[in-house]
């Protein structure tokens, strides 16, 4: 027979800190230690060597981002289930958010892997295509899953910004987490945005995301370490 008895918010807040830290590590080590060391932009014939070079660590990159959105699922369950009390609708659009994410990026990861299909050129795909049109058509769905990454950022910098002001609301946590999740969302939102309207500008952002990776990296030390706060 189970026992029904809950489960503390403190023991919620931990796990949701364990999922947030795989989160980040997982997220960073995909995308900074081999994509960007694999793929070089603008180049087919170097991209598809360095990834026939390295075919192991490319195929890891899906299964570490594979990883990351497994857990954003379930961090947003537990988020949900933390920030109710606060208002149950702002936790469960932030929620929503999150999820709508997880599912964009992970139907993205196809184009990551059609990448690799395309770059083997194995089987029937060699009969249609020479070598030289299968590394651009390679480089194209790399190209994709580059842009499927921001769209899906879209709804996540919606969801910091729920949850920030969520953070703020609440009791359990300090009001500056909240603030840093805000202030990640912005970034979010104007670095994916831009990436399809000023596509050439992008490189102006790019040195502010160190404001999500600090808002975060501190929310999921905080969530490790303190889990909430309990006022007795």
Request: with cysteine; hydrophobic share 55%.
């Amino acid at each position: 027979m189970l026992n029904n008895t809950e489960i503390s918010p403190v023991a919620y807040a931990r796990i949701a800190g364990v999922l947030y830290l795989l989160i980040i590590f997982f997220g960073i080590f995909s995308e900074v230690f081999i994509r960007s060391q694999l793929i070089e932009e603008g180049d087919a014939i170097a991209t598809a060597t360095n990834v026939l070079a390295s075919e192991g660590l490319f195929r890891f990159a899906f299964v570490a981002d594979a990883i990351m959105l497994l857990s954003d699922v379930a961090i947003a369950v537990l988020f949900y289930i933390l920030l109710k009390p606060v208002s149950k609708t702002l936790a469960l659009l932030a929620a929503v958010f999150r999820l709508t994410q997880a599912s964009v990026l992970g139907f993205n990861l196809l184009n990551y892997y059609v990448a690799l299909l395309l770059i083997k050129g194995e089987g029937y795909i060699s009969t249609f295509f020479e070598t030289e049109q299968l590394q651009t058509l390679a480089l194209l769905f790399l190209d994709v899953h580059r842009h499927g990454y921001d769209l899906g950022l879209i709804f996540f910098g919606f969801s910091c910004f729920t949850l920030g002001f969520l953070l703020i609301k609440s009791e359990y946590f300090p009001n500056v987490l909240g603030f840093g999740l805000i202030a990640a969302g912005i970034v979010y939102e104007t670095g994916s945005f831009m990436r399809f309207l000023f596509p050439e500008h992008l490189s102006i952002i790019e040195p502010f995301y160190i404001i999500p990776l600090i808002a975060e990296l501190s929310f999921c030390l905080w969530l490790l370490a303190k889990g909430v706060r309990i006022k007795s």
